[in-house]
């Protein structure tokens, strides 16, 4: 994209709302020869919908049929894109299964692109997505580009990703543990006690004490174990 990425990275980041982002990504795939992209928030600690955040480019039919289908549960690009932390190119996908390959005969004529690279995003709350560009290039060809999209849309994936938990309202305000802090939480959560990690951190037992305590207050919690769910929930141990 060269020159137009430094465009769209601002663009990105001062979008006023989630439409405004969904016509920055439709932008961006007609601008760099894509068929679609997607961004599909998987997981946001503070809200329990199952898809808490969607931004997609696909034709409204294909968003439909997806649903109704509930395809999210079959889809092997969510499925394996949820459990990893490196690109998952299309071309990797196990499709030996007949459902499998169903779903990518429907995705095709639906017009979804024959290729894609699914790319995992994580955020600093605990947060997960995926990020995802398709193409109709031939095998050929993506495999030559393909790379580069990873270079590009990695990092225009965690843009989109920041700004859509902005403006969604989802973003968790509040002050980071320290280090000694998710320490003793970090013990606490693996069943040690007091002395124990007093011991093996070289502290005493009233700083742990302290820590623990002072880790509580920052979570909004009214005991350690809550504070220990809580930490876990967000990913921040």
Known sequence: MNGKFEEFLRQIQTAKSVIDLKAIMRKMTAESGLANIAYHALKIPIRHDPEPILILTY????????????????????????KEFLPLDWLDVDRSSVEVQRFFREADAYGVGRQGVTLPV????????????????????????????????????????????????YRIEGPALSGREA???????????????????????????????????????????????????????
């Open 122 to 169: 994580r955020g600093p709350a605990g947060e997960r997505a995926l990020f995802t560009v398709t193409s109709n290039l031939a095998d050929a060809d993506w495999k030559s580009r393909r790379l580069l999209y990873m270079r590009d849309f990695q990092l225009l994936g965690h843009f989109i990703h920041d700004r859509a938990v902005d403006l969604s309202g």
């Open 59 to 82: 034709e409204d039919d294909w968003v439909r049929r997806y649903v109704e289908r509930d395809y999210f549960a079959l889809d092997p690009t969510v499925r394996a894109g949820s």
């Open 183 to 237: 320490q003793c939480l970090e013990r606490t959560a693996s069943g040690r006690h007091v002395k124990q990690i007093a011991s093996e951190l070289a502290l005493s037992i009233s700083a742990v004490q302290l820590y623990l305590r002072s880790a509580r207050h920052k979570l909004g919690c009214a005991s350690v174990a809550e504070a220990v769910v809580k930490a876990t929930r967000r990913e921040l141990l």
